[in-house]
C-alpha cells in the first residue's frame, strides 16, 4: 500500500516530483532517455550542462512497492522508502543509496555478469570492474600502474554492461567522487560523492551509441578540431632553441616523413613565464613560425598553470592587482612552486580573469605566429606538495573553496583561451593535460606523463577507448612513452598500435634516449614512414569521423561492443579497436611477439595488406612481423583517402580518393576549408559516394565551399581511374 505520506506529480512536462513525508526527489526527463535524480542538486554555476527536456509527460503508474515511468526503452522504478533508497532503472540496474556524514554513499549490485566501463584515463582495462579509483586531478609524473588511484582527470561516468542492456550513469559535481567498482565488495559498486550531493543522470537506450550520444549531449559535444590536428605532431622536453626546431624539420623533410606540428616545451619560455619567450634561445620566433608555414609545419606552445612571483612580471602584477589569484587562508595570494620557481595561481574560474587572460594569449599568438597552446602542469600541480584545500578562488558573488575548483582548474584554464582563437575565426589548437567531462567542447586532451613501458603500450588502447566513451573523444598518448627509454622494438609497434588514434603525438622527456622516427636506424624510420603514409591516408576517413563527433556526439575510436552490442565475445576486447564503423585494428602489444589472436565481429572483413576476404565472428590467427600490423576493413564499403601527403593544407590538396573494397557499398565525405569557423556558415560540402554494378557514383548533398580538388581517383583492387574533379560524377570501374 503506498503510504499516506508518499505522493508524486508533475511540476512541468519534464519535472516530476516525488516527495515522502521527509524529502522530495526530483525527477527531470530530457531527450534521449536521460533522466537527471537529485534529492538536492550540487553546485553546477562553474560548468555548463546543457539539459534538453522532453516535451511531453512520461506515464507514470503506481505499482505495489512503489512508481514506475515509462521511458521507451526502459522503465523508471522509484521505491516508496522514506527517503527514496531504492531506484531501479529497467530489470538490470538498481541504486541505493545512504548519507554518511558529509558523504552520501550509492551502491549498485552487481551480477556476474556486470561489466563497467567509463571513468576516462584510468591505466586499466576496457572493463574496470574490480578497481578503485579517487578522481581527483593528479600530476602522477613518476610511473603509473594499474593501482594508480588517480590519475590527470576526473571524467565521473561510468557505463554499465548487464548482458547487452546497457546503462549510463554521470555524476555532474566539481567535488571529488570515489569509485569502487567491485574492489572491496565483489557484488557491489559503490560511488562515494564527498560533499553529499545525491545528484546524478542516468542515460538508457538500445545502444552504447544512443547512450553516448545523449550523455555527450548532455556535457557539450566535442568541439570541431582542424583538419591538420589530425596530422603527425613532434615533441620533445624540450627543442630548446630555434636551431632544434629547424633541425627537427629538416631531419623529417630529408626522410620524406610527413608532419604537421612541432611542439615548444617549456625551455622555449623566458625564465619559464607563461607566455613569454627566451630571447637568447628563440631570438625571432615569429620568423621561425614563418619559416616553418612555408614549409607546411606549425608550431604549438605549452603554457602551465602557475604563473611566476616577479612584481616586474606584467601578468603576475596584473593578476594580483585585480585580486584574481588563489588566496590562503589569511588572504593573501597562495605561493606554490612550479618550473619558475615561486608561483601563484590565477582564478582561472573568474570570468574577468579569463577575458584577461584570453587578451594576453591571443597577443602571444599574434606576435609569435604560434598556432596552438598546449596547458600543462594544471591539476594544478606544484612541487610543494597539494595546494591547501580550503585555500579560496575569487569568483562572482562567491569565494570558492580549491576543494570544489581543483578538478575545475584545467578546464576553466583551456576556457581562457578559446577567444583567443575564435576572435580570429580559427578553431582552438587548444590542448590539456587535466580535463573533466564538460571539457571537450574547449579543448582535447592527452593522457599525460606515461613511460616507455610495453604495458603502457597495451593499456594506451582500453585508455584512450575508456576516454572516448567518456566523452573526451578527441584524445592520444605520447607516442613511444614519455619517460624512460624507448626501444627501436617497442618504438615501432607504437606507432603500429596507435596509428589511427585521433591525436598522435610522438613526445619524450629530456632524460631519455631521442625517439624521432629517424632517431635509430634506417629500418625504424622506413617503417614509421610506412605507417605515417598511411595514417594520412586514412584522413578524410577521420575528418568524417571527427565532424560527426562534433555534431552528433559518435565517437571516433570505440571499442568493438559499441559497434557491436550484442555480441557477447566483444565485451572485453581491449587489445583492438574500431575507427568508426568500417575500420578495425589489432596491432601487436608485446615484446618478441609476431602473431596474434585477431577477433573480427559478424559480416566480412578485408584484410588492408594482403586484400584478402574473411569471414567474421570468429577469432584468426595472424601473423605479424616487425613492421607488420592488422588492419581490417569492413567488406562492402568505400574508404574516402588521400595520397602522397606530407602536410595537411586544405587549399592544396588537389586529389580525392575513393577506396572500394568488395562488390558494393557507400561511403558519405564532408569537406570544408579544414581550419575556420566557416562551417557555422554553411561553408562546407558533403557527398554521397556509392559503387554498385562496376559504376562509381558521386554525388554532392550540400554545397557551399569553393573545393581544391581537381581529380578523383577510384581504386578497386588492382584497377584504377583518375578522371577530372566534378561534385556530382559516375565513373564505370
Request: proline share 6%; charged share 30%.
Given at each position: 500500500m503506498t503510504p499516506k505520506e508518499f505522493s508524486f506529480h508533475y511540476v512541468s512536462a519534464h519535472e516530476l516530483d516525488v516527495a515522502s513525508g521527509i524529502a522530495t526527489l526530483h525527477i527531470d526527463f530530457l531527450q534521449g532517455e536521460a533522466v537527471h535524480i537529485y534529492l538536492e542538486p550540487c553546485p553546477k554555476d562553474l560548468i555548463e550542462i546543457a539539459e534538453t527536456p522532453v516535451l511531453t509527460p512520461f506515464p507514470v503508474v503506481e505499482v505495489e512497492d512503489g512508481i514506475e515511468v515509462d521511458l521507451g526503452y526502459s522503465k523508471l522504478h522509484v521505491g516508496f522508502d522514506l527517503n527514496f533508497k531504492l531506484i531501479r532503472v529497467g530489470?538490470?540496474?538498481?541504486?541505493?543509496?545512504?548519507?554518511?556524514?558529509?558523504?552520501?554513499?550509492?551502491?549498485?549490485?552487481?551480477?556476474?555478469?556486470?561489466?563497467?566501463?567509463?571513468?576516462?584515463?584510468?591505466?586499466?582495462?576496457?572493463?574496470?570492474?574490480?578497481?578503485?579509483?579517487?578522481?581527483?586531478?593528479?600530476?602522477?609524473?613518476?610511473?603509473?600502474?594499474?593501482?594508480?588511484?588517480?590519475l590527470y582527470k576526473s571524467l565521473n561516468y561510468l557505463l554499465l554492461n548487464e548482458e547487452g542492456t546497457f546503462l549510463g550513469l554521470y555524476f555532474p559535481s566539481t567535488f571529488p567522487y570515489t569509485f569502487d567498482l567491485g574492489k572491496t565488495k565483489l557484488d557491489e559498486l559503490e560511488v562515494v560523492a564527498e560533499q553529499g550531493y545525491l545528484d546524478l543522470y542516468l542515460f538508457c537506450g538500445k545502444t552504447p551509441k544512443e547512450i553516448t550520444s545523449s550523455y555527450s549531449r548532455l556535457l557539450g559535444h566535442p568541439y570541431f578540431i582542424r583538419l591538420k590536428m589530425l596530422g603527425n605532431n613532434q615533441s620533445r622536453w624540450s627543442y630548446g632553441e630555434e636551431s632544434s626546431v629547424e633541425e627537427v624539420a629538416r631531419r623529417y623533410a630529408e626522410h620524406d616523413l610527413p608532419l604537421d606540428y612541432i611542439h615548444l616545451d617549456i625551455d622555449y619560455m623566458d625564465g619559464y613565464r607563461d607566455f613569454t619567450?627566451?630571447?637568447?634561445?628563440?631570438?625571432?620566433?615569429?620568423?621561425?613560425?614563418?619559416?616553418?608555414?612555408?614549409?607546411?609545419?606549425?608550431?604549438?606552445?605549452?603554457?602551465?598553470?602557475?604563473?611566476?612571483?616577479?612584481?616586474?612580471?606584467?601578468?603576475?602584477?596584473?593578476?594580483?592587482?585585480?585580486?584574481?589569484?588563489?588566496?590562503?587562508?589569511?588572504?593573501?595570494?597562495y605561493v606554490g612552486e612550479v618550473w619558475p620557481g615561486d608561483a601563484i595561481f590565477p582564478s582561472y574560474i573568474h570570468p574577468d580573469c579569463q577575458s584577461y587572460l584570453a587578451s594576453v594569449a591571443s597577443t602571444f599568438l599574434e606576435e609569435t605566429g604560434v598556432s596552438g597552446i598546449w596547458n600543462d602542469m594544471n591539476e594544478p600541480a606544484s612541487f610543494k606538495g597539494e595546494l591547501p584545500l580550503e585555500a579560496t578562488l575569487p569568483y562572482p558573488d562567491r569565494e570558492v573553496t580549491h576543494l570544489e575548483a581543483h578538478n575545475l582548474i584545467g578546464e576553466a584554464m583551456c576556457r581562457s583561451f578559446v577567444s583567443s582563437f575564435t576572435s580570429k575565426n580559427l578553431r582552438p589548437y587548444l590542448f590539456s593535460r587535466a580535463y573533466m567531462a564538460t571539457t571537450p567542447k574547449y579543448a582535447f586532451a592527452w593522457n599525460g606523463d606515461n613511460g616507455s613501458f610495453w604495458h603502457h603500450l597495451r593499456l594506451s588502447l582500453p585508455q584512450i577507448m575508456s576516454c572516448s566513451l567518456s566523452n573526451l573523444m578527441f584524445d592520444g598518448v605520447d607516442i613511444g612513452g614519455f619517460n624512460y627509454q624507448c626501444t627501436k622494438e617497442l618504438l615501432i609497434r607504437w606507432y603500429e598500435g596507435n596509428l589511427l588514434m585521433p591525436f598522435f603525438r610522438n613526445h619524450s622527456s629530456w632524460d631519455a634516449r631521442p625517439q624521432e622516427p629517424y632517431a635509430f636506424d634506417e629500418e625504424t624510420t622506413a617503417i614509421c614512414r610506412k605507417y605515417l603514409i598511411i595514417r594520412y591516408a586514412f584522413i578524410p576517413y577521420l575528418y568524417n569521423l571527427a565532424q560527426k563527433m562534433a555534431e552528433a556526439g559518435e565517437m571516433m575510436?570505440?571499442?568493438?561492443?559499441?559497434?557491436?552490442?550484442?555480441?557477447?565475445?566483444?565485451?572485453?576486447?581491449?587489445?583492438?579497436?574500431?575507427?568508426?564503423?568500417?575500420?578495425?585494428?589489432?596491432?601487436?602489444?608485446?615484446?618478441?611477439?609476431?602473431?596474434?589472436?585477431?577477433?573480427?565481429?559478424?559480416?566480412?572483413?578485408v584484410d588492408y595488406f594482403k586484400g584478402s576476404l574473411i569471414q567474421g565472428g570468429r577469432y584468426i590467427l595472424a601473423e605479424m612481423g616487425l613492421g607488420e600490423t592488422g588492419i581490417y576493413i569492413r567488406n562492402n564499403t568505400i574508404i574516402p583517402e588521400f595520397e602522397s601527403l606530407l602536410h595537411l593544407d586544405k587549399e592544396n590538396i588537389e586529389e580525392i580518393v575513393f577506396h572500394i573494397y568488395g562488390n558494393e557499398g557507400g561511403c558519405d565525405l564532408y569537406e570544408d576549408d579544414g581550419k575556420t569557423l566557416n562551417y557555422h556558415c554553411g561553408e562546407?560540402?558533403?557527398?554521397?559516394?556509392?559503387?554498385?554494378?562496376?559504376?562509381?557514383?558521386?554525388?554532392?548533398?550540400?554545397?557551399?565551399?569553393?573545393?581544391?580538388?581537381?581529380?578523383?581517383?577510384?581504386?578497386?583492387?588492382?584497377?584504377?581511374?583518375?578522371?577530372p574533379f566534378e561534385a556530382n560524377a559516375s565513373i564505370k570501374i
Open positions: 530489470a538490470s540496474f538498481t541504486v541505493r543509496h545512504e548519507k554518511d556524514g558529509e558523504d552520501y554513499h550509492l551502491r549498485f549490485p552487481l551480477s556476474e555478469a556486470t561489466r563497467i566501463y567509463g571513468l576516462g584515463d584510468k591505466l586499466a582495462p576496457l572493463n574496470r570492474r574490480g578497481y578503485r579509483y579517487r578522481n581527483w586531478n593528479t600530476d602522477e609524473s613518476k610511473v603509473q600502474h594499474e593501482w594508480s588511484h588517480s619567450v627566451n630571447p637568447a634561445r628563440f631570438p625571432s620566433l615569429k620568423d621561425l613560425s614563418k619559416r616553418l608555414k612555408e614549409k607546411g609545419i606549425e608550431l604549438v606552445a605549452i603554457n602551465d598553470a602557475g604563473v611566476k612571483v616577479d612584481p616586474e612580471y606584467p601578468l603576475y602584477q596584473v593578476i594580483v592587482d585585480h585580486n584574481w589569484a588563489l588566496h590562503d587562508e589569511a588572504g593573501k595570494p575510436v570505440r571499442p568493438l561492443f559499441y559497434n557491436y552490442p550484442k555480441d557477447k565475445k566483444s565485451y572485453d576486447v581491449d587489445d583492438e579497436y574500431m575507427v568508426g564503423e568500417d575500420v578495425l585494428l589489432a596491432p601487436i602489444l608485446s615484446s618478441g611477439t609476431y602473431a596474434r589472436a585477431v577477433y573480427l565481429p559478424e559480416g566480412e572483413w562546407y560540402n558533403l557527398y554521397h559516394a556509392s559503387y554498385k554494378d562496376g559504376v562509381f557514383a558521386l554525388k554532392a548533398t550540400h554545397q557551399g565551399y569553393a573545393s581544391p580538388f581537381k581529380r578523383i581517383k577510384v581504386k578497386r583492387g588492382d584497377k584504377e581511374v583518375v578522371v
